[in-house]
């Protein structure tokens, strides 16, 4: 039987306003006959309508084959990187630390001794990094982040179990080795010295484990990590969630109203999905919704908290990366982050369409450059690539592909936190 053809039966017919649907010529018939007939329409249509204004807004992903673009720097990284032993936080120490040897310790970037009273507390030069400061374990913190994700991206590139082995052995230092394993907590991350034996704020310095996670994640599937190290890698961020979300300086990180509060949201949600708390993830998506855009982002698309700052440059482009992260690890097809926005449109959407113009020609930016580090960015950043596919916006990604993907530069490294986006498909 040949399959009928559809007709045109003007909407106007039925309520007065113009426009037409597509229906069968025996439903445009059956329609055409009685008022109670043509309330069914009506409600029919009226169904129809609603359920395409409310779908999830898709956009066709720009084409970019991620694994073929990135092998190459992936595999020279990662083979180099097999000849480096892990160093964890045992291996140096600070005697202004009150922790043990087994508690990460950093001090405050921008704390310095008082001219006026040397010996005495700290003062703060904002934006100006103190290089006498100790920040060992904050340098072995950032080598684990950029090696084991970089083992972690060969191995699902190549299959070569060398890289998974070689992840495994950072892992099991890091995470399970009673020798030389770090503590659950950053109780006494970023202090200064006499005020503070450890702030809230250091919480800050674990953004190196989101990508750590992620490979943690990937690596499951590998012969080289066991059910046992995987339980005890999985047990070791199960603590670190509890403390993040209970602990004082915990608690104060996540109320902070500038990129701190974002990376707190972030790595919650990173962790919270490798251990499997869907309760914290959806506590994360929530927050996201009605704090961090509500609180940050302006009616432009800008961050005014990272815009006061000395370096609002680099601040905007991190809480950029660390708002595309969260979209990344949280959005579901029944909740998108990516394209939620408030009643005034502010949302990530905006945010990326406010800093583009930025990246893509940092000569345009309207503000001072940054007091320290301005000419080392911008870098190949993850917002670009992850706001690229998931909003069909392929000018995003051509601007990624055409940036630097890796820097010596310390300060660059540190704030550069998401690095491997094999593990990101």
Known sequence: MSRP???NLKISDYFGNPGSICLDPRQAKAYRTSGSD??????????VVLVVATAPKTFAQPSLNVERFERTRVLKAATQYLKDQPITITASSSPRSTGSKHDFFSEGDYWWPDPQNPDGPYIQRDGMTNPNNFVDHRRFLMRLSVQVPALAAAWRLTKDERYSRHAVKHLRAWFIDENTRMNPNLQFAQAIHGRFTGRGIGIIDTIHLVEVARAVDILKDSR???MSELGGVIQWFTEYLKWLTTSKNGIDEREAKNNHGT???MQVAAFAELVGDRELMEFCRTRFKTVLVTNQVAPDGSFPEELRRTKPYGYSLFNLDA????????????DNLWTFSTADGRGMSKAMAYMYPYIKDKQRWPLKPDVMYYADWPMRHSSLLFAGRALGRSEYIELWKRLPADSPVDEVIRNFFIRQPVLWP
Not at 38 to 47: E, P, R, S, T, Y
Not at 323 to 334: D, H, M, V, Y
Request: proline residues 0%; glycine residues 4%.
């Open 5 to 7: 053809s559809l007709v």
């Open 38 to 47: 043509k309330l069914k329409f009506v409600g029919h249509l009226m169904f």
């Open 224 to 226: 080289a990590l066991n």
């Open 263 to 265: 990376c707190w949201v």
């Open 323 to 334: 708002f595309a992260t969260i979209c990344k690890l949280l959005s579901t097809e029944r």
